[in-house]
């Protein structure tokens, strides 16, 4: 077996395939499934804090001016009810996690109030949780919030559980900013540990009969890796964080490709949900018949060496490289292709 250990967010794994947050992770049986299978560490559920405190007005009145107060906003939030625990629960969830295997257990928040953000983090840090994922799912619908008051909203956040706990930190980020270099910079200076690529919002469709909006999950797919294997690959080496990625790993292929563009590790949840836990080994199997026949004898011998700052032509990642797909677009246009 090729050397397959990785270090994510200063904590040492021993492999580079990572559970992202998904309901499997509900059963503490489940969690020691992935382990035998591989899984270099696990990421809980998102712990929600809306779903905690869900009666309260207070709570009701932060959604309402965060989805712009109209009927149907509630609608773009994923069901809480799929991952129905409550704090009580999810701390001796990670306790008996803790009990029971040697991987590293990665706790998801989801917080609403300041005072959400440090009460549940400080009580994941002592329920002993080797680290924690910041899952911040904000749509800002209110017109009247500017890009900077979005960033900041991130930054805040990260500071105040920085300044809560000690364990090392995860931002979940969307990629829906101006500028993700200099927002990922920011959070770093910020205090987070590691970034992860990217959230998937969940999105609504519509039912056009009963006229209502659908709450819809859909899982991933391989070619959703393109946007984030493009922003690992250029800010690998210029932010000192470490980065996982967290759409459309399926297979070793995906893996590779995003170890190659600089990640630490790569996320899973869609395709063991689709294939189930075993899944894991198989992908594991597969990079390690890779590392084998380029030869690498580690994961560091070739992680990053696709980034930007290591190929010869880094425009490849930039508008000239767009340009150059134009033109081929068109030649082969031309020439009679499609």
Do not use: C
């Not at 690998?236 to 297979?251: E, K, L």
């Amino acid at each position: 077996m090729s050397d397959l250990n990785t270090k994510y967010m200063g904590l040492d794994l021993r492999t580079p395939l990572v559970v992202s947050a998904n309901p499997l992770s509900q059963k503490v049986d489940n969690i020691v499934a992935m382990e035998d299978a591989g899984a270099g560490a696990v990421v809980l559920f998102s712990l929600f804090e809306e779903q905690i405190r869900r009666e309260t007005a207070q709570v009701e009145q932060v959604l309402r001016s965060t989805t712009n107060a109209f009927p149907e906003a509630s609608d773009f939030f994923p069901d809480l009810e799929e991952f129905n625990v409550g704090t009580g629960q999810y701390l001796e969830i990670i306790r008996q996690a803790k009990e029971r295997v040697d991987i590293p257990i990665i706790a998801s928040l989801n917080g609403v109030t300041p005072e959400g953000w440090i009460e549940y983090a400080r009580e994941i840090e002592q329920a002993g949780a080797d680290g924690l994922e910041v899952n911040i799912y904000f749509i800002p619908a209110d017109i009247r919030l500017t890009s900077v008051d979005v960033e900041q909203r991130y930054l805040d956040i990260v500071r105040i559980v920085r300044e809560t706990i000690d364990l090392p930190i995860a931002v979940k980020l969307n990629p829906y900013f101006s500028s993700i270099g200099n927002i990922a910079h920011q959070l770093h200076l910020a205090g987070a540990d590691a970034l992860v690529l990217f959230n998937r919002f969940y999105q609504p469709d519509f039912d056009i009969e009963e006229l209502s909006v659908l709450p819809n999950l859909d899982l991933s797919v391989p070619s959703e890796i393109r946007l984030p294997l493009l922003w690992i690959a250029v800010l690998y080496g210029r932010i000192p964080v470490s980065f996982a990625a967290t759409t459309g790993v399926h297979g070793a292929r995906e893996l590779i490709k995003y170890l190659l563009a600089g990640a630490d590790v790569g996320m899973v949840a869609s395709s063991i949900l689709r294939n189930g836990i075993s899944w894991i080994r198989d992908i594991l199997n597969d990079l390690d018949l890779y590392m084998r026949d380029m030869p690498f004898q580690s994961i560091d011998s070739f992680k990053g060496s696709m980034s930007q700052q290591f190929i010869s032509d880094p425009t490849a990642y930039e508008r000239s490289n767009y340009i150059q797909i134009l033109e081929k677009k068109k030649w082969n246009t031309y020439a009679g292709g499609r």
